[in-house]
């Protein structure tokens, strides 16, 4: 058992005894085997707080593994597409971004001018009184928070708070109302926290949380602290800790992230990078207004029963080394996942194409001079030491694009710009970091920066870059991932945009080469790898169109996956299906209008 296992065996035992980690002594699991002994009893211990996690489906048991703690197993078989928990988090923030264009209580989008602003505080709005009204219990506390926070502020525009010390001071009035020994306070109080664990760096980052979420609240004493069942500072260190390693970004039904959000149920799946199952937020409920944000836990495959429900807390599509950095330095495990222990030949998240274009590919050099080759036909790749720049760079590029992704979008579409034919002149295969990355980005930037009037080259250039997205997914995501959903639905709305100037118009048929005609515009990875690759892609016209039918058909199968069948694939699913009956009824005004001037050309010729 590693020290990582042995750290995660104690605290299995925190929980077990006291359902309070923090009171729990280092020394209590001093050896393996007393660990072992623990965990092995730790399962008839999690029984005996019958009160807590009343949500979780009978199906589906909590179980406690020596090497990750409690952990969701399932006692029957799941399909995949299963929606296998539904609910509402403990407590759930906007972001500062989206303050002005989400309503705080569902959480849904609209306009400025839609939301009314809470007259008080003048930070959160609401779709209308009834959401107000749901929110008020969260609120009524954070507004008066908020309205003293902008008081002391040495000028008018502060910020507000973060989402992280909004999200803390949510939880504990809400802890406070609704009891110190309630069934909500002890679920928070259960999740787990790494405060011993904690990094230097760290420590620091979460005492400067702890300073703000004093200010915050008006806190000024212990006895204040008292209230919320915090007994000193480095309770509120250990309460910001259990925050980070419990949070789930709250995204919208497009995966774009709109804020933070807390369930102690869905905190106790453990982590894979090869998930079987996905955390989302679908919108597909029946009662928009109070059920929203609702978290949807869904099977990405068929899980057997006796197997443990995994969803993956990181980005997958980035290579073991970033991975495991980020398992490490956020939720303090060494991942030993299917994925992580896996001896791959070539990951195609560190791959490149094979100089002499066998098809093959070649493991990425990490250092100068070190030498690689295609695994298929053993041709050695050249100027590695320029391939191991362009990939520095690459990474560099990437995180300074990213963080001017909302600040300056103009220079982050100049940066992805450049550096994309960078590492594709270096080989790097479409699923590699930071190519995947930085096109992925491209796509976004590009979508959100469409010129008016649209012209053809830059519709084009974005179907390109989107269908470029597609195929490095695919190398690395499973089947109805929602990413990959998205991904496809991304797509297929592009090629439904009315072209500005149709190819088709001035001459050109619409076939794209290499497909033969329309009827073969398949969307297997494969197809869409080689259409890319065609300088006539996209198609225009009428084979554009089917290629979007198609595409957009592949996406609603997918969303069916990624977002739950029982909803449809949630609101991007209806959007989906709303688009296909549209492209439906162009297509047949099509085909019509071309069976009419077929029917009308013999006489043509006739009378000629
Ligand atoms: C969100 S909690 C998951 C539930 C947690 N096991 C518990 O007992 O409350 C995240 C923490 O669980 C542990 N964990 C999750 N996945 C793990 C894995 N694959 N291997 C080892 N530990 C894991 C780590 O300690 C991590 O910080």
Redesign the pocket.
Known sequence: MSF??L??AR??KS?VQSSIPETTSNSSASNTSDAQKENAESTTKVASFPELYKALPSALEIR?SE?????IWTKASIRAGTTILSLKPHAAVLSLRHLDSHCSACFASATTSELRRCTKCRVVRYCDGTCQNNDWGMHKQECEALQRWFQAAPSSDVAPPSDAIRCMGRILWKKKKSGLDGVWSKEID???S?RKSLQPSSFETNTHLAQALVQYMGLSSPADLAQFGLSSAADLVDLISRFT??TFAITDPSLTSLGASVSPIV??????CDPNAVVVFPRASADPKALEPLMQVVALRDIHPGEEI?TS?IDTILPKSSRVKT?QD????????SLCSAKLEVDPREALHCPKNCGGSCPLPIEDHSLVQCTKCRAPVQSTDAIVDAVRVGCEGLEKATSLEFKDPAKAIQLTTNLIPILIRAGLAPSSHPLLGLTRLHESLLISSFPSPLTQDYLDDTIRTATKVITGLSALLREGHPVLAIAYTELGKLLAVDEPSPKHLAGNSGVISGTGSEHSLSTSTSQLASMVASSSYPPSGPARLKLAYNTLLRAREMLKVGFGKDNEGGAVGKEVREMLASLEKEISVWKTGVRNALEDMPKVQSSG
């Not at 956020?330 to 996942?337: K, S």
Request: charge should be positive; charged fraction near 10%.
């Open positions: 990582t296992d750290r995660a605290k299995t929980y406690v090497t990750s703690g409690r952990g259960s999740m787990q790494h390693t419990n905190a106790l799946i453990n982590h894979s995994l807390y398992l956020t939720y303090y495990f060494t991942c030993t996942c």
